[in-house]
Structure formats: structure tokens, C-alpha cells
């Protein structure tokens, strides 16, 4: 049982007066378990290591939401942040490394043609939405995936406080089912503005060519593609997804792991659809903050020369193929999916209640041996970080290997 007195303690407080503990929702305790399990703050952090307010360590497995894929607190990024720091974080002009920043983007990702540096990845597809009605005049927006807070977005799942037209400005389609997208782009004949998806996810890739033939479709119907990289840039691969799966948007906004935990995210795209935003009001005080760009431009060397992506790739490898072991040795039916840079697996247990419990008791005994890992849809995800020794995969699977055999004492 993990001592969390500190955790509960200062968590209870935080209810009183923050709206819900926190200000980002996924990292609230009881979203990701509860209080008297799982650890509500963390001090600090260490390749992949973290330590709770109450002194607890844990080999981190959900990566401050996947931001964190070189390691915690690194040194040659806490020395370009550091010696950024005392010339000064803002300034009341740009610093030259923006400009830095872009060409390199420019340089690693495919549509890059231009770069538009912001902060937060709800920003940055606020912002491409934007563009893409700017360049075609056009209102409604296909989406898959979550693309963030902001009100285009929220409208679509009903979310209140916001004007109800928004709602009809948007609509849903599932990743990887080509015909109701086809449809969808039927149904609102000549009012499109833009497809926007998430190209894959944890444990999700894209099947029967579905990326191409969404940008075939894009194509014929005069329709902007843009690719939601916050997820998969400098993960999936250097250039995102649209290097990996090799299809090319029109525009893209990427953010989390490009400055390995700094709060940075950028939208890019064709010149055509990017050059107009010079003359549009999107802006903010805060996007030429210079720590950001500088651990970027570091982060973007690391990932380069230390070959971090091939890290995450065998590290989730060998992830999966020891969870896929565990299944057998213990004769508990998982299912392992794609072999993505980040692992998600899921139990195939009918009872949907049963299965919630289960995961949840498997969330709460990993966080009691020093992993945390969270609930991902109906199943679980381990986002991993480069820092992670093959030492720390063998525990991981050791302590998955006991828990599931736990767990299978319940069924
Ligand atoms: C695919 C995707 N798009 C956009 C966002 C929003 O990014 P942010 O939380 O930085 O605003 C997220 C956040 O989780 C995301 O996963």
C-alpha cells in the first residue's frame, strides 16, 4: 500500500479552490483512479523516472500525457534552457531562434512549407481551422479525434457555454472508416472547408490506405487535409505521421513532444494556405517565448542524433511482446494493438462492468509496484520514454506478469 498522506492532503485543498483539483483535466487523481491509490502530485522527474509529493517512486508510463519522450529533465536541454534563461525568456521583439525553430521544422516535416510557432495544441488547431476556412471560404469542418478545448472543437460533444450554431459546423466521422467519410463529404456538398484527423493514435494505425484515400478525396473536392500531429509528431517519426505512413497534408499542427516537456506547438502547411494568416488575427504575447523554442531546437538535435524515435519503437516492441507472453503464460486473453510507439492493450473480458473493475484494480496494483499507467478508452496505454533501461522493461513486465495473475484470481 503506497503512503499518499501529503498527496491527499494538499489534493483535498486544491478541490476547494481550483475548479476540479487541476487545471489539466486528464491529470486529475480520481480521473486517472482515486486518492487513496494512485499519487496526485509530482515533485520531480528523472529520465523515466518520477517522485511523488509524499516521497514515491514510479517508472512514468503516461509521460505528462506523452510531452515527455526523451526524459525527464535532460541536461543538454536544461542547459540550452538555463543559458536561454539568463539572456531572458521574453522579450519585446522575437529572439532569432524562432526563426531557427521554423527552418528546421521546415527541413524535418513534410507539409512544412511555413511555420506559425503558438503554445498549446488546442491553439495551434484552432489556428489550421482557421486557415483552412480563410483559404476556401468555407464553414464546415469533418473531424476525427480530440483536437482540444476550444469551442469549434467542444461543440461537437455537446460541451455547455457554447453558442448551440457552432454545433452545426462540425461533424464526426470514426478514423479509419472511409465510407462515412465519403458520405459525410456527400452530405455537405460544397460547404466543406476541411478534413481534420488524428492520422494514428496509441495502439491505432491507419488501414486499408485510408490516409491516401482521404487525401485523394480531399483532392477531388477541393477540400484542405489537415493532420492532427500533437499525438504523433516527433514520436511516430521525426516528420510525424505523415512521414511514416508517407501522405502529405495541406496543413498540420504538432506540439506535445516537440520540446520533450516545454510548452511549445506550431502549426504548419503549404504557403498558400499559411501566407494568408499575416494579415489575421491570430496572435498572442506568449508564442515567442523563448525557453520553449530553445529546448526545441535541442530536443529536435537529441531526437536526431541519439536516435530516439528507433528507441520508442523497441522499447513499445518489447513491451508487447512480453504482454503478449504474460496472455499466454498466464492464459488471460489480452489484446496487444498496432505496433505503435506507445502500447496499448486491453483485456478481452465481455462484461463491461467486470473489464472497468479489472482494468482499474490492474491500474492500482501497477501504481502500488512503481508504475503508472493509465486507462486509455476501455483499455490501457503505456506511453513510453526513450530514459527507460532495458532494466526498467524487465521489472515493467515482472510486476505486469504478477498483477495479471492477480487479476485472474478475480475473474
Ligand atoms: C491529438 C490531440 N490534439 C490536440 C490536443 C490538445 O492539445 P493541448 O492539450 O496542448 O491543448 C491533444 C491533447 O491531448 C491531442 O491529443
Redesign the pocket.
Known amino acids: 500500500m503506497l503512503n499518499l498522506e501529503k498527496s491527499k492532503k494538499l489534493f483535498t485543498h486544491a478541490l476547494e479552490i481550483i475548479p476540479g483539483g487541476t487545471n489539466?483535466n486528464?491529470k486529475r487523481v480520481y480521473n486517472l483512479l482515486d486518492m487513496e491509490n494512485f499519487p496526485a502530485y509530482i515533485e520531480r522527474g528523472d529520465g523515466a523516472y518520477v517522485w511523488d509529493i509524499d516521497g514515491n517512486k514510479y517508472i512514468d508510463y503516461i509521460a505528462a500525457?506523452?510531452p515527455i519522450n526523451i526524459g525527464y529533465s535532460h541536461p543538454r536541454i536544461n542547459v540550452r534552457i538555463i543559458e536561454q534563461l539568463e539572456k531572458g525568456s521574453l522579450f519585446s521583439l522575437p529572439s532569432p531562434n524562432e526563426v531557427q525553430l521554423s527552418e528546421m521544422l521546415i527541413d524535418k516535416i513534410p507539409c512544412a512549407e511555413m511555420v506559425k510557432i503558438m503554445?498549446?495544441?488546442?491553439?495551434v488547431?484552432s489556428a489550421v481551422i482557421r486557415a483552412a476556412r480563410l483559404a476556401t471560404g468555407k464553414e464546415m469542418i469533418l473531424s476525427s479525434?480530440?483536437?482540444?478545448?476550444h469551442d469549434w472543437w467542444t461543440a461537437k460533444i455537446g460541451e455547455q457555454g457554447i453558442p448551440a450554431c457552432y454545433k452545426n459546423l462540425i461533424e464526426d466521422f470514426e478514423f479509419n472508416n472511409y465510407l462515412q467519410l465519403e458520405r459525410l463529404v456527400d452530405n455537405h456538398a460544397g460547404k466543406i472547408a476541411c478534413i481534420i484527423l488524428?492520422p494514428a493514435?496509441y495502439g491505432v494505425e491507419p488501414k486499408d490506405n485510408f490516409l491516401q484515400k482521404a487525401r485523394k478525396l480531399a483532392d477531388q473536392k477541393g477540400i484542405v487535409l489537415i493532420f492532427?500531429?500533437?499525438?504523433?509528431g516527433f514520436r511516430w517519426a521525426m516528420g510525424g505521421a505523415q512521414e511514416k505512413y508517407g501522405v502529405v497534408p495541406d496543413l498540420a499542427?504538432f506540439?506535445?513532444s516537440m520540446a520533450n516537456g516545454m510548452?511549445i506547438?506550431v502549426l504548419i502547411g503549404k504557403k498558400e494556405l499559411m501566407a494568408p494568416l499575416k494579415t489575421n488575427m491570430i496572435t498572442s504575447t506568449f508564442a515567442s517565448e523563448a525557453l520553449s523554442i530553445a529546448a526545441s531546437i535541442e530536443t529536435i538535435k537529441i531526437i536526431e542524433e541519439e536516435n530516439i524515435i528507433q528507441r520508442l519503437y523497441y522499447l513499445s516492441d518489447r513491451l508487447r511482446a512480453g504482454i503478449k507472453e504474460i496472455s499466454q503464460r498466464q492464459n488471460f486473453e489480452i489484446d496487444v494493438m498496432d505496433p505503435t510507439p506507445a502500447v496499448k492493450f486491453e483485456f478481452l473480458i465481455n462484461d463491461v462492468e467486470k473489464k472497468k473493475k479489472l482494468t482499474l484494480e490492474f491500474i492500482k496494483q501497477c501504481a502500488a509496484k512503481g508504475l503508472l499507467v493509465r486507462q486509455d478508452g476501455t483499455g490501457v496505454s503505456l506511453c513510453v520514454i526513450a530514459a527507460l533501461s532495458g532494466d526498467d522493461v524487465d521489472y515493467t513486465l515482472e510486476v505486469l506478469n504478477k498483477v495479471i495473475g492477480n487479476l485472474k484470481n478475480e475473474l
Open positions: 489539466t486528464a500525457l506523452a503554445k498549446t495544441g488546442a491553439e488547431t479525434g480530440y483536437h482540444g478545448w488524428t493514435s492532427d500531429e500533437i499525438i504523433t499542427a506540439g506535445k510548452p506547438a
